[in-house]
């Protein structure tokens, strides 16, 4: 017989909350020595040796051979021959997502924009999209075509000229959901190739494998660190840790939806990370007989155990107010406000990576195509971070256009500040474009 789950419960009023809620948040993502010994090597290699390298460590570690990279390319035509072979409900729901994602990060979309001042100088902002960005989608029997559409379509919104995925087929296995999921959202080349040799192929550049300005896209303990040893040479999106979900809770709300709302989470890994917030006990006592009573229905309930077990808390607040304060502490990557009145609570949210509002919106939705990005900031950085969007794949350039009048007024400013720095240069060449009679 199965034991009974045991899930941490904390208080507000417990003499030493603030520790025992930092202990129950701290996430040790300690470098793996080993593992950076190996993506280092990886990296050097395909820097040094490009398609050969890529070539051999795709043969060692998926058990892919092909005498050319460029065999490993996966043609447009096997894109739409998969969209076309999947089943049609699941095409509908690609599409309509895609649709959804689109239609939402549209409305993100940066433009150019310019003022001029009273002398004539003209100052502004020039927005343009990169040339081409990477994508890194993990292959094999894992299918995120999920992961696609959220990563490659803000990017082809944004404008991104190339937009090169890169999927790991180990012994050969193609996932035609993911490769379905490219063809709607745009992608335009694929290869099969995956780990640290992809990421160094998309950094780098190889002689079949273009270089790219940016990599963005989930991946196992190898693809993150080395997409963090390549950032400098490329953009990178973020450094995800674990899923997270926080649910606050005013009580009402069906104790079986919020229970399979944190399980919703907590299937993803041993390290996800489901905490629920209520302002009553006996509702946290109700959610958690709802865990161990719908926990045995579930086809991941070892890992969802595990997470809970481990990671996964029940927090007892005395009101909604005290509710927000804990949030705004955690800054969780998902949030649900399962309370009557969501909007009331909502300018006091200062820390959250996607806010779902009500009883009734599940996170799951936001995962797959309520439209905003699924691609959020973890373990905190929804303080300084936010979700992957449209002006990820922009950047802006500023624009400064002196009119003769303007470049002399300027160049009395910039000449004290430069001589103040003591260089001399830089204020000899403002001083150049001081209008004669104007200088002090």
């Given amino acids: 017989m199965t034991s009974e789950l045991k899930i941490k419960r904390l208080a507000t009023t417990d003499p030493d909350f603030d520790g025992q809620l930092a202990h129950l948040l701290a996430w040790d993502d300690a470098e793996d020595h080993a593992v950076q010994t190996t993506v280092t090597g990886i990296l050097r290699d395909v820097k040094t040796r490009g398609d050969e390298a890529v070539l051999e460590y795709t043969q060692r570690f998926d058990q892919v051979e092909a005498s050319?990279?460029?065999?490993?390319?996966?043609?447009?035509?096997?894109?739409?021959?998969?969209?076309?072979?999947?089943?049609?409900?699941?095409?509908?729901?690609?599409?309509?997502?895609?649709?959804?994602?689109?239609?939402?990060?549209?409305?993100?979309?940066?433009?150019?924009?310019?003022?001029?001042?009273?002398?004539?100088?003209?100052?502004?902002?020039?927005?343009?999209?990169m040339d081409r960005v990477g994508l890194y989608v993990p292959g094999g029997k894992a299918a995120?075509?999920?992961?696609?559409?959220?990563?490659?379509?803000?990017?082809?919104?944004?404008?991104?000229?190339?937009?090169?995925?890169?999927?790991?087929?180990?012994?050969?296995?193609?996932?035609?959901?993911?490769?379905?999921?490219?063809?709607?959202?745009?992608?335009?080349?694929v290869f099969a190739?995956?780990?640290?040799?992809?990421?160094?192929?998309?950094?780098?550049?190889?002689?079949?494998?273009?270089?790219?300005?940016?990599?963005?896209?989930?991946?196992?303990?190898?693809?993150?660190?080395?997409?963090?040893?390549?950032?400098?040479?490329?953009?990178?999106?973020?450094?995800?840790?674990?899923?997270?979900?926080l649910v606050v809770s005013d009580g009402q709300t069906d104790p079986d939806w919020l229970a399979m709302d944190l399980f919703s989470?907590?299937?993803?890994?041993?390290?996800?990370?489901?905490?629920?917030?209520?302002?009553?006990?006996?509702?946290?006592?109700?959610?958690?007989?709802?865990?161990?009573?719908?926990?045995?229905?579930?086809?991941?309930?070892?890992i969802v155990r595990k997470s809970l077990e481990r990671r996964g808390a029940l927090i007892l607040v005395k009101d909604?107010?005290?509710?927000?304060?804990?949030?705004?502490?955690?800054?969780?990557?998902?949030?649900?406000?399962?309370?009557?009145?969501?909007?009331?609570?909502?300018?006091?949210?200062?820390?959250?990576?996607?806010?779902?509002?009500?009883?009734?919106?599940?996170?799951?939705?936001?995962?797959?195509?309520?439209g905003p990005n699924h691609v959020l900031p973890t373990s905190g950085t929804a303080r300084f971070s936010s979700p992957l969007g449209v002006y990820d794949f922009q950047k802006r350039s500023s624009i400064i256009f002196c009119s003769a009048e303007g470049a002399s007024e300027l160049g009395k400013t910039a000449s004290v500040l430069a001589r103040g720095e003591g260089l001399t240069a830089h204020a000899r060449s403002a001083e150049y474009r001081i209008l004669p009679g104007q200088g002090e």
């Fill in 68 to 129: 050319r990279l460029a065999d490993l390319e996966i043609s447009r035509e096997r894109l739409q021959q998969a969209l076309e072979r999947i089943d049609s409900r699941q095409r509908e729901a690609l599409e309509k997502a895609a649709q959804r994602i689109r239609t939402y990060h549209e409305k993100q979309l940066g433009t150019s924009w310019t003022y001029q001042e009273a002398d004539g100088t003209v100052l502004g902002q020039q927005v343009r999209a």
């Fill in 265 to 302: 989470q907590a299937e993803h890994d041993e390290d996800a990370q489901s905490i629920l917030i209520a302002t009553d006990g006996a509702h946290l006592d109700a959610v958690e007989a709802s865990i161990n009573r719908l926990l045995p229905t579930l086809e991941r309930q070892e």
């Fill in 144 to 189: 995120y075509p999920s992961s696609v559409l959220m990563n490659a379509i803000p990017a082809k919104v944004a404008g991104v000229g190339e937009v090169i995925m890169v999927v790991p087929t180990p012994r050969g296995e193609v996932n035609d959901l993911v490769l379905s999921a490219a063809a709607i959202a745009g992608v335009d080349r």
């Fill in 320 to 370: 909604l107010q005290e509710a927000v304060q804990v949030t705004n502490r955690i800054a969780p990557e998902h949030l649900e406000l399962s309370v009557e009145d969501p909007e009331a609570l909502l300018p006091q949210i200062r820390h959250a990576g996607a806010i779902f509002m009500g009883r009734y919106t599940a996170e799951a939705v936001g995962d797959y195509c309520a």
């Fill in 193 to 245: 190739i995956g780990g640290a040799q992809a990421v160094a192929a998309l950094a780098y550049g190889t002689q079949t494998v273009p270089q790219v300005d940016k990599i963005v896209g989930p991946g196992n303990i190898y693809v993150a660190t080395a997409k963090k040893m390549v950032f400098g040479v490329v953009g990178i999106d973020m450094i995800a840790g674990p899923s997270e979900i």
